[in-house]
């Protein structure tokens, strides 16, 4: 067990939708990440915050944002939803220290119908 | 892309036999990792290396870097079924806050 809790574990919806997904870091974790992993493919990263604050950006969409709240939890939000949007989501955390190993949830199977 | 590259994508072998699979990459780095993933589940870290170390052990792990090449490889000896998963190298690139995954190398052991 990572520590790295992610809800839901699946998220079935349709094109044009707004879904959130949520992540909770592992305790005395300051950093959360999240990574898109279409089949087949690699991770794909997407954003990182450290204690509130956005600290790098990657390949989001306009269309997609996060945010990290005073408790340390995390929030993806994805709207418009498009049928390429399928994918699993992970969150990650990790100690806020610069290329120190990750701790990954067990992630959001999205489907966009 | 800053996306390192495994070789091979995929691996099938038996029991008992040594798995080897290489990661590529294309900047300089700070350090490299190693991740399993379990089909659909979270990855794991199995093991960091870090730029000025050429090999690193862990259990029946056996990691080692060329910089001057820019690759990586991870051994896994004596394979059990169990270790069936994915494998994802992951960079540590200098001037970049986040981690950089490679494609990844499917395991598959035979019983």
Known sequence: DSGVT???????TATGQRVTLRCSPRSGDLSVYW???SLD???????QYYNGEERAKGNILERFSAQQFPDLHSELNLSSLELGDSALYFCASGGGVRGSPLHFGNGTRLTVT | ??????????????????????????????????YRQN????????????SNEREKHSGR???TLDTSKKSSSLLITASRAA????????????GANNLFFGTGTRLTVIP
């Open chain 1, 6 to 12: 992610q809800t839901p574990k699946h998220l079935i």
């Open chain 2, 61 to 63: 792990l056996r990691v």
């Open chain 2, 83 to 94: 270790d069936t998963a994915s494998y994802f190298c992951a960079t540590d690139q200098t």
């Open chain 2, 1 to 34: 892309s800053q996306q390192g590259e495994e070789d091979p994508q995929a691996l099938s072998i038996q029991e008992g036999e040594n798995a080897t699979m290489n990661c590529s990459y294309k900047t300089s780095i700070n350090n490299l990792q190693w």
């Open chain 1, 35 to 37: 990574y898109q992993q």
């Open chain 1, 41 to 47: 493919q690699g991770l794909q990263f997407l954003i």
């Open chain 2, 39 to 50: 089909s659909g589940r979270g990855l794991v870290h199995l093991i960091l290396i870090r």
